[in-house]
C-alpha cells in the first residue's frame, strides 16, 4: 500500500468529490476502483479493509456515526411489514430509532431480556434479532452463539431471522460477532476505535451473505464517511490493543476497590469473578474494556452529586472509548424485565491515566458522599 502513497507509512487522507476519468472510453468500461468521493476514496477504503480484516468481513462499510451504522445494519435487513426482534438492554437511541422512525416506516419492534432464551419471542414475521452484548448501562453478557442457532433456524418463510450486534463495547479485538455466527456486526467506531474523543465515526461489516444488500443499501441512503475521519479511525487502530489492554487493567483495579468499599451495593462488570454475565464472557470474549457500572447503596441525590461533582479526573460526560476518564449517572430504561437497582446507578469510564490517581479522587469522593448520607 504504501507503494501507492510514495512510500508514506499511512494512507494519506483524500479529500475528493470529483474523481476524473482519462477518457469516455474508461467511463463507459466502468471499472476504475474510484468513481466518486461518496463511493470511496483510498483512505475510506483503507479503514475499511483493515476493519474487515479484523471482523474476518466479506464487506465493510464507513458511515458517519455509531447510530448511522445502526440505522443502516437494520435498513439493510427488515422491510416494511417486518418484526425486529430487540434486546432490552439496548442504547437508549437505538430503542429511539426503533419506537419512532422505524415504526413510521412500517417495522414492527418488540424487546427481549437480553438473558432470555429468544425462541419464544419470535413471530411468523421476524425478520432480525437485534444484540447488544455486554449491554449498554446494564452491562448483561447474551449467549450470542444460542441466539444465532435460533434465530437462523426461524422458519418466517425468509430464510431464518438474521442476527446482528452492536459489539461496540468489546471492540473486534475482544469479540468477532461474525466468527460467532451473527450477520451483521456493527461497531460506533466513535468510542476505542478513535480513542481520543475527538472523532463520530461508526461502521457495519457483513458475511458473505449480507455483504451485497448492505452494499446496496449504503449506497442508496447516500452514507459515507469523510477521509479525514477514516484516517482518525485508522490512527487509533494502529494503538487499540495496547490502550485496551490498559483500559481493561484499570477498569479492573477500580471495579474490585469499589466492591470492597461499603457505600457500594455491587459492580456491573462481566469480567469480575462473582457478576452474572462472567461465565459466557469468559467462554466467549477475550477481553474487556474500561466501561463499567456502580450500584450504590440507596442514597440522597445531592450526596451522589457531591461525590461526582468534585472529582478531578472524571469528567461527566456521555460517550467513552477515550483516553480520558469519565463518569456519568445512568438512566435506565426497561421495558421487557424491570432492572432492580438497590440505589442509584452510575457509568464509569476507566481512562489511561494512573489507576492509583483514580482510585484516590474515587476515595475522596466517597468521603463527601457520606459527609451527606
Ligand atoms: C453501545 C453504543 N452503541 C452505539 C453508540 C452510538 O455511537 P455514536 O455516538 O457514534 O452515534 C453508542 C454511543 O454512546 C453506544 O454506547
Redesign the pocket.
Known sequence: MSEAHFGAVNTPVYRASTILYPDMAAIKANTQPYTYGRRGTPTTRSFEDAISSLEGAAKTVSVT????A?GLAILSVCSAGDHLLMVDSC?E??RILCDRTLRRLGIETSYYPPTDEIAGHLRPNTRAVFC?SPG?LTFEVQDIPAIVKAAHAHNNGKGGASVLM?N??ATPLYFQPLKHGVDLSIQ?A??YIGGHADV???YVSANERHAARLHQVHGDLGLYASGDDCFLGLRGLRTLAIRLARHQQTALALARWLQARPEIDRILYPPLEGDPGHVLWNRDFSGACGLFGLVLKPVPEDAVAAFVDGLQHFGIG???GGFESLIVPAHIKRTAKPFAAEGPVLRIHAGLEDAGDLIADLEQGLARMKDLS
Not at 65 to 68: D, L, T
Request: hydrophobic share 30%; charged share 15%; glycine share 10%.
Open positions: 456515526s455509531g447510530v448511522q445502526i442504547y437511541p437505538t447488544e449498554s452492536d461496540t463495547w460506533a466513535t468510542k463520530m465515526l461508526g456521555y460517550s467513552w
